[in-house]
């Protein structure tokens, strides 16, 4: 089937009839600009499943990549995985069937490592969503997302918990409308923070007037920090080595060390390794949504962490380092 | 899964503010949620299989739901596949219940979905009462109110209103999309708000005043509008107008053009065109994974006490980038399906009961639009069937002195509550 043609005015009788309940939401331009966009979904835990869904039903073309192979934990969020597939490469096995969901978004699979993957590799996409990945990674992917005007999303789902942190760049600028039949704003520009630059902000600084900063936040930097230091995400067993990076950690980021109790890391180290499908429903959902605001260029942007505690379906959006004042 | 609920809970005992149950983490407790999802007795309804339907499907389905049943009255579209995504272009035509249902049995072993391509409303009280949770993906109100209705009533109270068997309440939790933007609630009937309590939250649907449509056109809309509901039943007085077939809305399209052009509007499109006939909803996927996401997490919730469960509204807007807030929406002491069935009317004798029903029963107050009302001795009127209604036309002229005593509590019905809801109307003469 053929793709959206960038060049002509229109799109084809196909997508207009396919895209028809989006096109209204959006228009043909942005349609067109979709239909020629290119996502890389990095590491395709179950919440990159559920937005790879999600933007590939819109026409966005996919690069599903991952090294690892599917296990049978995956199969309880992966909606394009099977029993049979467990023990195979991930990225391989769900291909197919995230194609099927549309003709006119072209879906590939790719199986080397991130470590593998040359910095050029990752220039060709319009956007990388990445998931899984350790810190340094997420760092050095960064880096190269900036240099080539690449919108990067980094999300993770654990346990109840979602964390999405978006560098859309420097020189970034979206739209707003401006209410009905009245038009779209004037580019409003809003200029994002490298991860490294997000992440290095101190904790006691991403207090607001109505509290703290977001304990999902500080649990999920934790885990990262963990990765960092012992080469895995934490489990069950590692409470005792948890709360010693946590106490750390929190020293070092001017918070009390009573700020995140014993039994929330421990909380913390049973949920890590564990996605719940409603979860990643969430967070993917919200994730294509952020796509789609990105390449339509509508729409506020979430600025720049959004998070999800699924034990009270509260989302939140927080900025970090927190704005001048 | 598991490992999820072998974790302490930061909650420690409680579920929040909601009145589910207890949790106590653990083993145990875990063996005992896995088998609260998993087991016999957990028995999901679906309604609607379609945007939010397809998502709920698939996250109850890999949450571990193995009984799940699934009502839809539509057929598959086209331009349903940009995001209900258990349906491809060869099941176009087929029932979107069925294909769900067939999807989802092969996809996930274990999982038995049970299809009726049918209206909620070909179902009675046994139906409904052996369900453990019932979850909406409807796209209208009325079919929200009718199952509010429904499920209010299956919860067995005494006289004083207060709930006998806890066992009778069936939670009901209600997803909506519309674009971008979407809710997702939770109702315990007899204990939160109910859909009934809330009504007020709706805006009214987007109609434009014939006054406007007929004379003083400004959009492109008032152009269609008039096309459709004027000039069609003019050119065509004996021929229904199609919406799905092309050479009948390219008429309409033309003769709205034709009228944007006197008056100087543009954009008059044919995509408008059909949009504006045929009341089309704007959709796409990410804004029904949120919604359904959120909703299938409360049911998951529900049936396993695992967290606190939502209290009881939660608002999406995908366009200005803030997830959303939740709230606790109040129940109403005087709402008429799940607080208090019963009213008095002060009226004039003199009233007709044509006056009483537009004035007391239609309009803001009850939002009812084709009651019925009987007295204890005799109907007094019938919206259906046909020879009832003849026959029972007559009285709607009469005042009310005629018709009932002072003090008299007459028996209101509607579709909008189904056979679940009456109201009870006391009649004092002023």
């Known amino acids: 089937m053929a793709a959206a043609d960038p060049s002509s005015d229109a799109l084809n009788d196909q997508e207009s009839e396919l895209y028809d309940r989006q096109i209204r939401l959006w228009g043909v331009q942005a349609q067109k600009r979709m239909s020629s966009s290119k996502v890389l979904y990095a590491g395709f835990t179950g919440v990159c499943a559920e937005a790879a869904k999600n933007l590939v039903l819109a026409g966005i073309h996919a690069t599903i990549q991952d090294h690892r192979a599917a296990t049978y934990a995956d199969l309880g969020t992966n909606f394009f995985l099977t029993a049979e597939d467990v023990g195979k490469n991930r990225a391989a096995s769900c291909q197919a069937r995230l194609q099927q969901l549309n003709n006119l978004a072209k879906v590939d699979a790719e199986e080397r490592s991130l470590e593998e993957l040359e910095d050029a590799y990752f220039k060709q996409f319009t956007c990388i969503c990445l998931s899984g990945a350790p810190l340094h990674q997420q760092k050095r992917i960064d880096g190269i997302c900036r240099s080539a005007g690449v919108f990067l999303y980094v999300v993770e789902s654990f346990g109840f918990y979602g964390y999405l942190m978006l560098d859309l760049g420097q020189g970034f600028s979206y739209r707003k409308e401006l209410g009905e039949n009245k038009g779209l704003s004037d580019p409003i520009p809003v200029a994002f923070p490298s991860i490294e630059e997000a992440v290095g902000a101190p904790w006691s600084t991403l207090k607001n007037r109505w509290g703290p900063v977001s304990k999902v936040y500080a649990l999920a930097q934790l885990m990262l920090e963990f990765e960092e230091k012992h080469g895995r995400r934490p489990g069950a067993s590692d409470g005792d080595t948890m709360t010693s990076v946590a106490q750390q950690c929190l020293k070092r980021n001017g918070l009390p060390t009573d700020f995140i109790a014993s039994d929330e890391t421990a909380v913390l180290c049973a949920q890590a390794q564990v996605e719940i499908n409603p979860v990643c429903a969430v967070l993917g959902g919200i994730l294509g949504q952020e796509v789609i605001k990105a390449l339509s260029q509508k729409g506020t942007p979430a600025h720049n962490v959004f998070l999800f505690d699924g034990t009270t379906s509260e989302g939140k959006v927080m900025l970090t380092p927190p704005a001048a004042k | 899964m598991d490992r999820l609920l072998l974790r302490s809970s930061p909650f420690g005992a409680e579920t929040g503010a909601l009145p589910i149950g207890e949790f106590e983490p653990g083993e145990e407790a875990s063996a005992r949620a896995w088998d609260a999802l998993m087991g016999e007795d957990c028995k999901i309804l679906v309604i609607g299989a379609g945007g939010l339907g397809c998502e709920l499907l698939k996250d109850l389905a890999l949450s571990g739901c193995r009984d799940i049943t699934v009502i839809d009255v539509d057929t598959i579209d086209l331009s349903n596949l940009n995001r209900q995504f258990l349906f491809r272009m060869k099941d176009v035509g087929r029932p979107k219940a069925v294909v769900a249902a067939e999807f989802i049995e092969k996809r996930v072993p274990g999982c038995k979905v049970a299809a009726h391509h049918a209206k909620i409303q070909d179902f009675d009280g046994e139906f409904y009462s052996q369900f453990s949770v019932v979850v909406s993906g409807l796209d209208n109100v009325e079919a929200r109110r009718w199952m509010n209705s429904m499920l209010c009533s299956l919860a067995e109270i005494d006289d004083d209103g207060n709930v006998i068997d806890p066992d009778t309440i069936i939670p009901f939790v209600d997803g909506g999309t519309e674009g ?251």
């Not at chain 2, 069609?232 to 199609?242: I, S, T």
């Not at chain 2, 959120?294 to 469960?309: D, I, Q, S």
């Not at chain 2, 009961?353 to 204890?376: C, E, N, Q, W, Y």
Request: glycine share 6%; with cysteine.
């Open chain 2, 180 to 430: 971008f933007k979407g809710h997702a609630r939770v109702i315990l009937p007899r204990h939160t708000s109910c859909f009934e309590c809330s009504l007020d939250l709706f805006p009214p649907q987007r109609v434009f005043p014939m006054c406007t449509i007929a004379d003083t056109p400004r959009l492109p809309e008032h152009c269609i509008s008039y096309a459709h509901l004027l000039q069609w039943p003019q050119a065509f007085p004996d021929k229904k107008l199609d919406k799905d077939d092309p050479e009948h809305m390219k008429w309409i399209h033309e003769r709205a053009q034709e009228r944007a052009e006197q008056h100087q509007i543009p954009d008059v499109t044919y995509m408008l065109t059909v949009g504006v006939v045929k009341n089309v909803i704007p959709a796409v996927a990410s804004t029904n994974a949120v919604v359904s996401a959120a909703c299938a997490l409360e049911v998951v919730k529900l049936v396993t006490y695992a967290g606190h469960v939502l209290n009881t509204y939660l608002m999406y807007n995908g366009v200005t980038g803030v997830y959303g807030s939740t709230m606790a929406l109040e129940r109403r002491a005087d709402c008429v399906v799940c607080g208090a069935p019963r009213r008095t009317f002060r009226v004039p004798a003199a009233t007709t009961l044509r006056a009483f029903i537009a004035d007391h029963l239609g309009g803001a107050a009850l939002k009812i639009r084709k009651p019925s009302v009987t007295h204890p001795s005799r109907v007094l009127f019938m919206q259906a069937p046909p020879a009832l209604r003849a026959q029972t036309e007559p009285n709607l002229d009469l005042p009310l002195s005629e018709l009932c005593a002072d003090g008299d509590e007459l028996t209101v019905t509607d579709p909008a509550w189904g056979q679940g809801t009456a109201l009870g109307a006391v009649i004092k003469f002023s």
